[in-house]
């Protein structure tokens, strides 16, 4: 039996110093961030956002709020080249 309102953890990585360097970029990708979030919600599960993690400390941030409220999958949108300390800190938390 599949369970209503899966809570999903969804964070989309970036690189932040691609943001000086290519005008729009990081505009760009928190709307494919968003476009995203809400084809994940069409299928009825509730989200628990952590938005653009482009650095160690928002990678962390992610991490813990995904534990805190209670994020049963955690699914990530590589929008661009970002480095491993991006990535895997959501996952230690």
């Known amino acids: ?37 809400r084809e ?15 650095n160690p400390v928002k990678a962390r941030t992610a991490g813990r709020l995904f534990r805190a409220e209670g994020a049963e999958i955690v699914f990530l949108f590589i929008s661009t080249y970002a480095l491993s300390s991006t990535v895997l800190p959501v996952s230690q938390e």
């Open 1 to 37: 039996m599949m369970k209503d309102n899966v809570k999903v953890g969804f964070f989309s990585i970036g690189l932040e110093t691609y943001w000086a360097q290519f005008k729009g970029l990081k505009e760009n990708l928190l709307g494919y961030h968003a476009q995203i979030r």
């Open 40 to 54: 994940i919600e069409g299928y009825g599960t509730e989200i628990v956002d952590g938005g653009l993690v482009d």
